[in-house]
């Protein structure tokens, strides 16, 4: 008994304790986790939209990902982060939700890869003090039901919950679409293919069956076996019918004797009165004719199928005034319309033959060059009292070629939407804004070229407080002109926010001016201050009319009148404003709508439909953080810190510890030993040690 009391006492039972209580500490804890994400981002957790996304699964949905081992900096941080966030989703989700991670080493988890459509990802890296090259896993699969999608080459983390999300939201819609499909409702392929065109020697037209084929069965593979398909050679009589309702290639030749043919080609995906014409036509070129789309035509069937059952938000889209079209010469879709078409969908709306559609919350209006009727204006003001959003993409000039070695003109552009925007608190001015902060172009020959035009706006020069623009690291424009506001008439009931201005370097012109690298700013300096270039109204505005201009109050025997107009906002509604459309053409935004004025112009629409979780999850990780003015002192404070502080904090650390253990144990020695001469010894030794 003496011998336990004694253990109990010494230092070992005190170990053994410890480890005891760690190890039930780690059992209890084993589901009672908690998870502390400190980043001003939120960039280690997950958004409200993606917890409901998850939570509500009814079936089984995977993520299976496939990521190499020992992975070099910055892309083992990568790996990480992934592994970091699949917790949160398994935290959020339902029992319906798991993930799995593969053991790239083995031969048979490549196989897995490689047949979900996945590649190697070729990345640099650094050993024994070379730089080379090495192929590695980076991507993962998730599976709904038979729905499958993948998102490849994750080499940073950045927008990374966005894009799972916004998948899984695709796959649950899609695949409950499908599900729910009567046993009589089918899904159509349709290829369009006259027999005569044969005759013209088209390479690989008698081949185009069989590989719509085997693209449609990979397809249907993966969407519960719902899609039908046909191959239909259409009749002479036929031919314009199916072309003009499908938007077919139509051909037209004359034959032996005498008589013309007429013949189609294309490939339609439809669902009842719904279709979508998939990317497959015939071209010509130096060596003839030949088949264009075939490469990626099941990425083309997979894309149109999701278009056409996808629960997508339509936007109105204004034309009727100049405005920037939706398409290039070339027929093919802006980028501003690709970058928003994975949740929105835009309809032309032609306000001087139509009444603004009930289903419509958003209406978009840009770069106008012809003036905007009265009757047009009042039917947006009436829209905006009853709630509705709009976004004003508005260039101040319009440029006239001039002859040849005589420069532009500027003309300014008069659209009439001041009428509505100046009664409610705003006026976008007849402008260009010039920055020295700019986008710098490198030229041979020339060297760096400042296009004071084009100004580059940094963190601070946009709001942190709105979901918009806050975690957007820098932003550029391309001649923006300045948006004014009035105080008095935006009223208590409408927030102003500046979403972006210019730096204090720049300066604006209304005339005589020229864009072009050999402009330079005005000597007077006191001409420069920061310009607002892009705003956000939000509220219930006043209504910029007296009453509606094309009806007349109508008042009965009894001396009754009655109008539809509304003099004040029922709803709150909120108005985005750019002045310049330049940020949404292509020369700014790119296909894959990663640029940060791509993003700024996407979160604007999620931001007026109400879908603020998508702005967050979209720019997490893009900011960058850094202490402004390099040179200044606290700059150089925190620089040296880094470099020799955290080295010095250190070493004191382990200072005081040692010392704090040389006191203990000569507390100890001389309060239960001092007569030993051993102890006395130890002392001795232990303080030449520390001498």
Known sequence: MNKFTKWLKSSASDFVLFVLILVLANIACRKAFLRF????????????????????????????????????????????????????????????????????????????AQGYGLRQVQIQQVKNSEVGFKQVWMGLAITYGDSIEVIDSITSDSGFE?????????????????????????????????????????????????????????????????????????????????????????????????????????????YGENFRTIPLSIQRSIFGYGIAGLQNLE???????????????????????????????????????????????FKELKLAEEDIPSNLNTIVINGPKKEISKEELYKLDQFIMKGGNVMIFQDPFEMEQAAYYQQAN????????????????????????FDEECYVYQQQGYGNLK????????????????????????????????????????????????????????????????????????????REKAENISVLLEGKFNSAFDKNPSEEESEDKSGLSTTTHLAQGTRAGKIFLANTA??????????????????????????????????????????????????????LIVKYFNQFGLAVLVAIAGFIVWRSRIIRRRSIHMKYNPNDSRDSETEKTSKKDGE
Request: net charge neutral.
């Open 582 to 635: 330049y940020v949404t053409s292509n020369q700014l935004i790119n296909e894959s709508g990663n640029e940060p004025i791509a993003m700024f112009i996407r979160n604007a629409v999620d931001y007026l439909n109400g879908n603020n979780d998508l702005c967050t999850m979209r720019t997490k990780g893009l900011t960058l953080n850094t202490l402004s003015g390099t040179g200044s002192i606290l700059a």
């Open 37 to 112: 994400d400190l980043t001003s981002q939120g960039s280690y957790s997950i958004s409200e939209a993606s917890k409901s996304t998850v939570k509500t699964l009814t079936e089984p949905l995977s993520v299976k990902v496939f990521f190499s081992d020992n992975l070099p900096a910055p892309y083992n941080a990568t790996s990480q982060y992934i592994k970091d966030i699949l917790v949160e989703y398994k935290g959020a989700a339902n029992k319906n939700f798991t993930y799995q991670f593969f053991n790239m080493n083995k031969v048979e988890n490549q196989k897995i």
């Open 410 to 433: 500027y003309k300014p552009i008069n659209s009439g939407l001041n009428t509505l925007l100046e009664a409610y608190g705003a006026k976008l001015e007849k402008n260009y804004v």
């Open 299 to 345: 990425t083309s069937i997979s894309d149109s199928l999701e278009s056409l059952l996808s629960r997508t938000t339509q936007i109105g889209y204004l034309t009727g005034h100049d405005e920037a079209p939706l398409t290039n010469e070339n027929g093919e879709e802006i980028n501003f319309k690709k970058i928003i078409s994975d949740m929105y969908e």
């Open 162 to 270: 966005y894009n799972l999300t916004t998948k899984i939201s695709k796959m649950i819609s899609q695949s409950d679409t499908l599900a729910g499909l009567g046993p009589d409702e089918k899904i159509t392929l349709t290829l369009y293919a006259s027999d005569e065109l044969n005759q013209f020697n088209i390479a690989g037209y008698d081949t185009v069956s069989a590989q719509v084929t085997s693209a449609f069965n990979k397809v249907n593979q993966k969407n519960l076996n719902r899609l039908t398909y046909i191959s239909k050679n259409p009749a002479n009589d036929e031919v314009q019918e199916a072309a003009d309702i499908y938007g077919l290639q139509l051909f037209k030749w004359q034959n032996k004797d005498g008589s013309e043919g007429k013949g189609a080609f294309g490939l339609v995906i439809g």
């Open 451 to 526: 296009m004071y035009w084009a100004p580059m706006l940094q963190k601070k020069q946009t709001s942190q407080k709105n979901v918009i623009s806050k975690n957007l690291g820098y932003l550029i424009f391309l001649q923006p002109g300045t948006i004014t506001l009035d105080s008095e008439k935006l009223g208590k009931n409408v927030k102003a926010t500046v979403l972006a201005k210019t730096s204090a370097k720049s300066w604006v012109e209304t005339s005589n001016f020229q864009i072009s690298p050999q402009m330079q700013p005005p000597y007077d300096k006191s």
